[in-house]
T-cell receptor, first 110, second 114 residues
Framework: EDQVTQSPEALRLQEGESSSLNCSYTVSGLRGLFWYRQDPGKGPEFLFTLYSAGEEKEKERLKATLTKKESFLHITAPKPEDSATYLCAVQADGNNRLAFGKGNQVVVIP | SAVISQKPSRDICQRGTSLTIQCQVDSQVTMMFWYRQQPGQSLTLIATANQGSEATYESGFVIDKFPISRPNLTFSTLTVSNMSPEDSSIYLC???????????FGNGTRLTVT
């Protein structure tokens, strides 16, 4: 069974204080690893897809990286508007389903 | 990406009743899924909504409890039947355009059962 574990569950950052979120996964053949951002009362918003170890994707202050066992979402010099829950999900080969982690809740304090 | 509209956005229902949630997409999509999000838990896939045929349910979810329709490539409904307080959750519709495309989500329906 595909499993995704995200850590830390919750993180409070001062504005400008860079940090990283971890997503550890086990899957029987990785087709893709996905990062989403979810704001309160909203559905998850797609951020990145990573397909193979060593791949990196960037968007504004966010950078996602992938190894064979885990992915990191690096938040550089965060701003209060980066406060959200970040969700990691994996998709296995031959499968349309996504298996999600519980999320990393990030609060950025001005 | 597709614009996904879910109705209702929230509802409070009495136990024993049923609620039908609608998901409308502004373009034709290949894949439609229904997820449940409970507080402190991962998003959990309920079923894949198949156009013109019966939905494919995940382990732990059954058609009698969560009947799903998908009459065309832009619309689906999920019914939560004979509700109990344990069904209180956020229900999310998601869509995808192919095996290598990311899923996009609606804003969800927040259901409270009293």
């Amino acid at each position: 069974e595909d499993q995704v574990t995200q850590s830390p569950e919750a993180l409070r950052l001062q504005e400008g204080e860079s940090s990283s979120l971890n997503c550890s996964y086990t899957v029987s053949g990785l087709r893709g690893l996905f990062w989403y951002r979810q704001d309160p009362g909203k559905g998850p918003e797609f951020l990145f897809t990573l397909y193979s170890a060593g791949e990196e994707k960037e968007k504004e202050r966010l950078k996602a990286t992938l190894t064979k066992k885990e992915s990191f979402l690096h938040i550089t010099a965060p701003k209060p508007e980066d406060s959200a829950t970040y969700l990691c999900a994996v998709q296995a080969d031959g499968n349309n389903r996504l298996a999600f982690g519980k999320g990393n809740q990030v609060v950025v304090i001005p | 990406s597709a614009v996904i509209s879910q109705k209702p956005s929230r509802d409070i229902c009495q136990r024993g009743t049923s609620l039908t949630i609608q998901c409308q997409v502004d373009s034709q999509v290949t894949m439609m899924f229904w997820y449940r999000q409970q507080p402190g838990q991962s998003l959990t896939l309920i079923a894949t909504a198949n156009q013109g045929s019966e939905a494919t349910y995940e382990s732990g979810f059954v058609i009698d409890k969560f009947p799903i329709s998908r009459p065309n490539l832009t619309f689906s409904t999920l019914t939560v039947s004979n509700m109990s307080p344990e069904d209180s959750s956020i229900y999310l519709c998601s869509v995808g355009q192919g095996i290598n495309s990311p899923l996009h989500f609606g804003n969800g329906t927040r259901l409270t059962v009293t």
